[in-house]
C-alpha cells in the first residue's frame, strides 16, 4: 500500500447507528487531518493531530469521536448523526513543520445518513 | 465568512487552448499557496504551489501566479489536454503564524474538450 488509504469508500448508515471510518497513512508524516466536503462547499477541516495529538478542533459536533493511535492511523468514529451530515471525507496527512504545506489526500469515504 | 474564493464553478476549454483558473484570498496572513486537482472518485492530488515571496512559479505545462496587492492567483494550463478535465482547488496557508492548515476554496470544474 502507499499513500493514504481509508476505508470503507462507501458507507450508508440510520441516524442511530456507530460506526467508525478508517484512515492510513504510508508516508511517514507526523501529521493527519479529517476534512467534510460536502456539494458546493469547501473542504472543511475537521481535526488535526500532530505527533497523535489533537492539535485542533473546529467546532465539530460531539457525534463525531476522532482517535490516533499512533502517527500512521486516524480514525473517525460516528454516533447518532444526521442526515445533513451526509458528505465525502477525506482523510489527509503531512509532514507538519515549518515551511511544509503539501497535504496528501486519501479517496475519501462517501457517507450518506439515512 | 470564506476566506478563499473560486468564484467560477466550471470552465471549458478546447484542447491544445489555454485553460485560466482564478482564485481569490481575503486573509493578508496567507503566504503560501496551492492548487489541488481532483478526480473524482479519488481524493484531492497536490499540483503546484507558490510562496508570497515570488510571483510566478512554473512546472511544465502548469505555471501558476500570484498577485498580492489584488490577492488573486491564478492556474494557468498550457496546453490543455483532455486528461486535464477534473475539479482544481486552490488552497492557501497563513505558515508565518506557524499552523500550516490549508483553506479551500469550492473548486472549479474543468472540462478540456477533445
Known amino acids: 500500500e502507499t499513500g493514504v488509504t481509508q476505508t470503507p469508500r462507501h458507507l450508508v448508515m440510520g441516524m442511530t447507528n456507530k460506526k467508525s471510518l478508517k484512515c492510513e497513512q504510508h508516508?511517514?508524516?507526523?501529521?493527519m487531518y479529517w476534512y467534510k466536503q460536502s456539494a458546493k462547499k469547501p473542504l472543511e477541516l475537521m481535526f488535526v493531530?500532530?505527533?497523535?495529538?489533537?492539535?485542533e478542533n473546529n467546532s465539530v459536533p460531539s457525534r463525531f469521536s476522532p482517535e490516533c493511535p499512533n502517527s500512521s492511523h486516524l480514525f473517525l468514529h460516528l454516533h447518532t448523526l444526521q442526515p445533513e451530515d451526509s458528505a465525502l471525507y477525506l482523510c489527509?496527512?503531512?509532514?507538519?513543520?515549518?515551511?511544509?504545506?503539501?497535504?496528501?489526500f486519501g479517496p475519501g469515504t462517501r457517507l450518506t445518513v439515512t | 465568512d470564506q476566506q478563499v474564493k473560486q468564484n467560477s464553478p466550471s470552465l471549458s476549454v478546447q484542447e491544445g487552448r489555454i485553460s485560466i483558473l482564478n482564485c481569490d484570498y481575503t486573509?493578508?496572513?496567507?503566504?503560501?499557496f496551492l492548487w489541488y486537482k481532483k478526480y473524482p472518485a479519488e481524493g484531492p492530488t497536490f499540483l503546484i504551489s507558490?510562496?508570497?515571496?515570488?510571483d510566478k512559479n512554473e512546472d511544465g505545462r502548469f505555471t501558476v501566479f500570484l498577485n498580492k496587492s489584488a490577492k488573486h492567483l491564478s492556474l494557468h494550463i498550457v496546453p490543455s489536454q483532455p486528461g486535464d478535465s477534473a475539479v482544481y482547488f486552490c488552497?492557501?496557508?497563513?505558515?508565518?503564524?506557524?499552523?500550516?492548515?490549508?483553506?479551500f476554496g469550492t473548486g472549479t470544474r474543468l472540462t478540456v474538450i477533445p
Open positions: 489527509a496527512s503531512s509532514q507538519r513543520a515549518q515551511g511544509t504545506y503539501e497535504q496528501y
Open positions: 508516508l511517514g508524516h507526523n501529521a
Open positions: 493531530y500532530s505527533l497523535e495529538e489533537r492539535v
Open positions: 486573509n493578508s496572513m496567507f503566504d503560501y
Open positions: 507558490i510562496s508570497s515571496i515570488k
Open positions: 488552497a492557501a496557508s497563513a505558515g508565518a503564524t506557524g499552523a500550516n492548515n490549508l483553506f
